[in-house]
């Protein structure tokens, strides 16, 4: 499923959503000014214009085509009813036609209920030379969308990121609590890691066209071995690289340690650790070994969601049918289906209850 793929390993193998080659010295990040607002016109919700002083803002960017966000959406919708004060604009980004922009917000209805914009695009440009795609997420180097930006009542940005992890920073800027110079110290350091792995993904891009594994796992420990910051990043790449190539015992090894490691708190790392073992799509079957992690991992993932993640619930069913499970993998399936909010991933996930009851 497109949602498990991790932002990580599009940026590194080069199927970044946000067009590259920004030019400017400084990149926009925690502690700058927040870009103008530049909309062709908002689509639904009272306009905004410019961000008052004293008012908070969210500012999240999508589109019609994008999996990921369609899943964000409802939770932004939460998150604006539970913070009424805050103001939240989703800008539609990155469209090769702003033509079903407006059918899709229809179609959400009241999943999607806070302002919602289309992005200005000038004469001669398409999707990628969007004004709000230019100033924001180009300007932030940010890797994909969906991307969220949390704007202060000072109208400086204080958080950049996934909108599914920003609900617990969003409390703390609400309630006066958030260190904005701390924030924007992890924000450089998230820069210096975006430009490690866009010069990683210059090399990266060939030889994964040629199918070369053995050299793009050489070309990740070498960028690994000459800064260190970017390995909890590619970790998940590389363990799809191990998997891919068939070195199983190498595979199990490093996705212990990540399982057991820097992933062992991180939700979604685990949930891509474990997708990248029982994916159907991959060439090499995994052994026993293998699947009895990817179960772990899938676990500690599902215990982390609390249980209501239907994506992370479905990744936990297939790798306990592939490990021979089959009564768990029905029950974490239906249990998926009963917590799902979107349409779309319901669809899949009732073709893989059908494929466990056969």
């Known amino acids: 499923m497109l949602s498990k793929l991790c932002s990580a390993a599009l940026a590194v193998i080069g199927l970044s959503l946000v067009a590259s080659g920004v030019k400017?010295?400084?990149?926009?990040?925690?502690?700058?000014?927040?870009?103008?607002?530049?909309?062709?016109?908002?689509?639904?919700?009272?306009?905004?214009?410019?961000f008052e002083k004293g008012k908070l803002y969210v500012v999240e960017f999508w589109a019609t085509w994008c999996g990921p966000c369609k899943v964000s959406i409802p939770h932004l919708t939460d998150m604006q009813k539970k913070y009424k004060n805050v103001t939240f604009i989703g800008v539609s980004v990155f469209e090769q036609s702003q033509d079903g922009v407006v059918p899709f917000v229809k179609s959400m209805g009241d999943k999607m209920d806070y302002?919602?914009?289309?992005?200005?695009?000038?004469?001669?440009?398409d999707g990628q030379g969007g004004l709000m795609a230019t100033h924001w997420m180009?300007?932030?180097?940010?890797?994909?969308?969906?991307t969220a930006f949390i704007v202060g009542k000072d109208s400086k940005l204080a958080w950049i990121g996934h909108p599914m992890e920003m609900e617990?920073?969003?409390?703390?800027?609400?309630?006066?609590?958030?260190?904005?110079?701390?924030?924007?110290?992890?924000?450089?350091?998230?820069?210096?890691?975006?430009?490690?792995?866009q010069n990683l993904n210059k090399v990266i891009g060939?030889?994964?066209?040629?199918?070369?594994?053995?050299?793009?796992?050489?070309?990740?420990?070498?960028?690994?071995?000459?800064?260190?910051?970017?390995?909890?990043?590619?970790?998940?790449?590389k363990f799809n690289l191990l998997v891919q190539k068939g070195s199983e015992a190498d595979a199990c090894a490093y996705g212990t340690k990540l399982a057991n490691g820097s992933l062992h708190n991180s939700t979604q790392g685990l949930n891509e650790l474990a997708w990248n073992i029982v994916n159907p799509q991959n060439p090499h079957k995994a052994g026993g070994a293998l699947l009895q992690l990817a179960v772990t991992a899938a676990t500690r993932a599902d215990v982390l969601a609390n249980g209501k993640d239907s994506s992370i619930a479905d990744t936990l069913a297939t790798a306990q049918f592939a490990a021979g499970n089959k009564a768990g993998a029905i029950a974490t399936e239906q249990r998926a289906i009963k917590n799902c909010t979107d349409p779309q991933l319901g669809v899949e996930l009732k073709k893989s209850l059908d494929r466990f009851t056969k």
């Open 24 to 50: 400017a010295d400084h990149v926009l990040g925690v502690g700058d000014a927040a870009p103008g607002i530049s909309v062709k016109k908002f689509v639904k919700g009272v306009p905004v214009s410019k």
């Open 138 to 146: 180009e300007a932030s180097k940010q890797p994909g969308i969906p």
């Open 206 to 237: 060939p030889l994964m066209q040629k199918n070369d594994t053995a050299g793009a796992l050489k070309a990740v420990d070498s960028a690994v071995a000459a800064n260190p910051e970017i390995e909890e990043t590619v970790a998940s790449f």
């Open 115 to 125: 302002r919602v914009a289309m992005d200005s695009i000038p004469a001669g440009k």
């Open 168 to 197: 617990t920073v969003l409390a703390k800027v609400v309630a006066g609590k958030w260190d904005l110079k701390v924030a924007a110290a992890e924000s450089t350091k998230k820069a210096r890691i975006q430009a490690a792995l």
